[in-house]
């Protein structure tokens, strides 16, 4: 086991500025901190030392029974007070003395007991949250896990309990005494007890486990904590030696309590839904008194004969969902928003946190950020928030990416722009890096810099060739000066003392003409100007993620390390957080033999010359018997997916625990629907696409079709249609803004599951489409149900409870309905991809069909002084006379509304979508309804 106990690894980024190690966060993360079942040894002691002499107490504070806290400086350092704490003359035990009337400070009972201090004295952070002084369960965020002092852990002990209580005010608190406990915010994870009654021989040991969510929960290892327990039979005596361990792995509590000669006694605990996966803990250990009252020389003793306390790093995952998952981008994206597709927000800074959009900003190769945009002079960029004067501080921005894709002339990829709203400042750009495909030399990376303060004139500057993967660029402020590094090498040295302005850094693409542009960031953080030592990319090649060895064989592990700036001096192999080898020449590999069949998570850290390191993505192999494919299924769906859009295929291979789950995705006609790796789908054009799914091992297939839709230019027969909503909309945003046909805005109501009802007041209604438009193209997942009455019963028509496909304006979740026939219509939201929120907000719910809604008889109005022209018409029709008018209709010849829209102001309504035929159009307001004839040719 790699044991960090209270130790943290460190790497330096910046020159002579401390930067933390790039590692990164699961999505759902499990790793084996690897321990053996064993009985814990005393250790070797000697008697005529201080308690610090035999034990390590630099990670440990003690509170003595008086409330006095003893720091880990001087608790090291020989601490000892006579009768209280102090070392055994005999035996070398350390030993804890704790009087029933000791003062108890915020708690109930006294003590004398050591609380885990991983800080080791530095001040300078403080005791609690979540910090180098304290550790979290790897079920907590990766970012948790790279602020905290460990990650899991488990405390070992020899221990013998020399005396307890005999009396006290209530039968309960006699004879007992906390010896080892974890510890969180406000509740006890775990607390081992000892207790021995006064008429028994024997004690009892018991934990007691304390959900934040809650009742106590009890567990008898040893006994029974009764109060009116029997002698046990296997109990623990006074004075008898006992070992115990506590461990956290993941979410599981594991209690061990070892005895020489006898077997051990095992308890775990999921704690899952205890409400700890995001809290900090520290262990504690010693003599808790749980007893307050009783005879004036009441007391408690324990004896420690051995203790340790190991942690664990965090274990990175396979892959991040969003770009702030991803740890080493947090900071700069903290304090970030996004714009797309052009200058305006696309997501706000305090709403960006597990944020992707799937064309424009996502997650790529695991633990990269792709950035992509299309069209004129369009972008998909981070707007640094925070403004600075050039001239006011070094500070830097530093930038690994690779313009992966690039069609149009020339992408900027990273700015200096001033912020004109918050000064005087000419509002452009102080700095460009960019890439021009027309300029020479071709292939290279340029720097364009305003050398005036009005921002009119400006110098370009070659910075050098793209290298055709990634490359990494400074931009770094010194002493009124800016700098540039590309690739470790000063390209630009100017001076920008005249840039006074409120500015601030961007980074991504922006089109500085037609076409697109793909980038991907390895890494992107600000720092204080100092040159960077580029860290070391690092991933492991073989075995593939997922990959089954047979029992038996050996584990071949081959990594892939490169440092752009240096050497690698070492590659390390870790299983879990157990250190298997390490190699310092290329290629790097290591042979794992002699491994047990199970599961196993493996990662390579790579060192380089100046001490920076990083750590791979995880690679999840198990080992253990094939077991064979023997078919493969798509999962049932009936969704559509619109042009342009995106549908997320899933495929179920059978048997279910096959060894080799990896299939092959394919679209029969590409010029119809694209299908990736992972089987998200992409509508190209209208059809019906047939996807097939292949498996790896065996080739067995399954196709699907898939309808891919425009969205529907018919009328919208839920539009303006009565709607209730479940719960308390969130000021205007009420139901009625589902079927208004206004994507701006929705219908939102706090947390899930909620429910809308919408009538379409017609019984005759056979539905064949229904469209969802979702507030920020969220991915809400739901169903869709239908019903002949208000009442019921309702029949699902759409089963969307596993949606990962945004629903924007110009694509909406689509499906294809199979002609159900319904009157209301209910969409119920149960929860969301991606989105953290507790919201739900959808702007449109259209629905599509046949039937007859909201007819009327026109022939009871006359045509006024509303004049159309041309009339006939083909497709634009001019309206002059309508200002007085806030509603358009226009209905065919059997009164069914086809046009349906506000006219304020309106001058004009396209119609070329409407068949040949004679229309009337309807304007009302606060008089009496106009009607007009129009013809369609």
Same mark, same amino acid.
């Not at 750009?429 to 290279?444: A, D, E």
């Given at each position: ?17 401390? =930067? ?71 035996? *070398? ?133 009764? %109060? ?13 030696? @006992? ?35 995001? %809290? ?80 424009? @900003?996502?997650?790529?190769? *695991? ?23 050039? !001239? ?41 890096? =960019? ?15 305003? !050398? ?68 991907? @960031? ?77 599961? =196993? ?67 029969? %006609? ?11 789908? !992409? ?108 009442? *019921? ?17 110009? !694509? ?35 629905? @599509? ?76 307001? %606060? ?11």
């Amino acid at each position: 086991m790699q044991v960090l106990s209270n130790y943290r690894y460190s790497g330096f980024g910046l020159k002579g500025r401390f =930067y933390k190690p790039l590692h990164s966060q699961c999505l759902l993360l499990f790793f084996a901190l690897m321990t053996v079942s064993y009985s814990a040894a005393a250790q070797e002691l000697d008697p005529s030392l201080p308690p610090s002499g035999n034990f390590d107490l630099s990670y440990w504070k003690l509170t003595r029974p008086n409330q006095q806290e003893i720091d880990e400086d001087n608790l090291s350092n020989g601490f000892v007070k006579d009768g209280e704490f102090y070392t055994d003359t005999t035996t *070398g035990a350390m030993v804890f003395w704790c009087p029933n009337d000791g003062r108890t400070g915020g708690s109930t009972y006294p003590r004398n007991e050591l609380r885990e201090m991983i800080r080791r004295g530095d001040n300078s952070i403080a005791t609690q949250g979540i910090n180098k002084n304290n550790w979290v369960f790897s079920s907590s965020t990766m970012a948790n896990q790279e602020a905290a002092g460990g990650v899991d852990g488990v405390m070992t002990a020899t221990v013998a309990v020399d005396h307890v209580s005999e009396t006290s005010d209530e039968t309960r608190k006699i004879g007992r005494v906390i010896v080892g406990q974890i510890h969180a915010s406000d509740d006890e994870p775990c607390r081992i007890y000892y207790r021995k009654l006064p008429g028994n021989t024997k004690g009892s040991i018991y934990f007691a486990h304390e959900p934040t969510t809650g009742p106590e929960q009890w567990y008898d290892m040893i006994g029974s904590r009764a %109060d009116g327990a029997p002698d046990p039979e296997d109990g623990v005596a006074l004075g008898e030696k @006992f070992s115990y361990e506590i461990k956290v792995v993941f979410n599981t509590l594991t209690v061990t309590i070892m005895r020489e000669g006898k077997p051990d006694v095992v308890q775990e605990v999921d704690m899952t839904n205890s409400g700890f996966a995001d %809290d900090w803990m520290y262990f504690k250990a010693g003599n808790y008194n749980q007893n307050n009252a009783g005879d004036p020389d009441e007391y408690a003793q324990v004896s420690f004969f051995a203790l340790d306390v190991t942690h664990s790093e965090p274990t990175p995952p396979t892959g991040y969902t969003a770009p702030t998952d991803i740890p080493r981008f947090q900071p700069f994206l903290a304090e970030c928003k996004l714009q797309a597709p052009n200058s305006s927000t696309l997501r706000a800074q305090d709403a960006l946190d597990g944020y992707t959009h799937p064309e424009w @900003f996502y997650v790529v190769n *695991g633990d990269k950020i792709r950035f992509n945009q299309s069209g004129e002079s369009m972008r998909t960029e981070l707007r640094y928030e925070e403004n600075y004067d050039a !001239t006011d501080g070094n500070r830097s921005m530093h930038a690994r990416l690779d313009i992966a894709e690039q069609t149009c002339q020339q992408v900027t990829v990273l700015q200096i722009h001033d912020d004109a709203n918050a000064g005087p400042g000419p509002n452009k750009p102080l700095l460009r890096i =960019y890439k021009h495909n027309g300029r020479v030399p071709t292939n290279h990376l340029w720097a364009a810099i305003k !050398t005036d303060a009005a921002g009119v004139n400006t110098t370009h500057i070659d910075l050098g060739e793209d290298p055709g993967g990634y490359f990494n660029c400074d931009i770094r402020l010194v002493d009124g000066n800016m700098i540039i590094d590309f690739e470790g090498e000063e390209k630009v040295n100017v001076d920008v003392s005249f840039w006074t302005f409120p500015s601030y850094w961007k980074a991504g693409v922006y089109l500085q003409d037609n076409g697109e542009a793909t980038a991907h @960031f390895d890494e992107l953080f600000e720092g204080d100007g100092s040159p960077q030592n580029y860290f070391p990319s690092v991933s492991i090649t073989s075995p593939a993620n997922g990959e089954n060895i047979e029992p038996g064989n050996d584990v071949e592990i081959i990594v892939d390390a490169i440092d752009s700036d240096g050497s690698i001096t070492m590659v390390e192999f870790f299983e879990g957080n157990t250190l298997l080898g390490e190699d310092t020449t290329a290629p790097y590999s290591f042979t794992w033999s002699g491994a047990a069949e199970g599961a =196993y998570t493996l990662t390579a850290k790579a060192t380089d010359n100046e001490g920076g390191s990083r750590t791979s993505l995880s690679t999840e192999i198990t080992i253990r018997e094939q077991v064979s494919v023997t078919g493969v299924n798509f999962a049932e769906s009936t969704a559509a997916a619109a042009v342009g859009g995106i549908l997320q295929l899933e495929a179920i291979v059978s048997p279910a625990n096959a060894t080799n789950q990896n299939v092959v995705f394919a679209s029969e %006609d590409p010029s119809i629907a694209t299908v990736d790796e992972n089987g998200l789908l !992409t509508g190209i054009a209208e059809g019906v696409a047939t996807i097939t799914v292949t498996t790896e091992e065996g080739a067995f297939i399954d196709s699907e079709e898939i309808q891919i839709v425009f969205p529907s230019s018919k009328f919208n027969l839920a539009l303006n249609q009565p709607i209730e909503g479940t719960g308390t909309p969130d000021g205007a945003n009420v139901p009625t803004s589902l079927v208004d046909d206004n994507t701006g805005t929705r219908w939102s109501v706090q947390n899930f599951p909620q429910s809308a009802t919408v009538d379409l007041e017609d019984d005759d209604i056979r539905i064949t489409q229904i469209e969802v438009t979702c507030y920020e193209n969220r991915a809400y997942q739901f169903i869709i149900e239908g019903a002949l009455t208000e009442e *019921g019963p309702y029949t699902t028509i759409v089963d969307r409870s596993n949606n990962k496909t945004p629903g924007s304006p110009a !694509t909406p979740i689509i499906d294809v309905i199979d002609s159900v026939e319904a009157r209301f219509v209910r969409v119920t939201v149960t929860g969301a991809d991606v989105y953290a929120g507790q919201w739900v907000s959808l702007t449109e719910l259209r629905v @599509f069909g046949v039937g007859e809604r909201n007819t009327v008889s026109v022939t009871e109005f006359s045509d006024q002084q509303i004049k159309l022209t041309p009339n006939p018409a083909t497709s634009v029709v001019t309206i002059s006379g309508a200002e007085a008018f806030h509603t358009l209709s226009v209905y065919d010849q059997t009164g069914r509304i086809v046009i349906h829209r506000k006219a304020n102001n309106l001058t004009s309504l396209n119609v070329s979508e409407l068949p040949a035929g004679l229309y009337y159009i309807k304007l009302e307001g %606060d008089d009496k309804p106009q009607v007009s004839r129009l013809i369609k040719h």
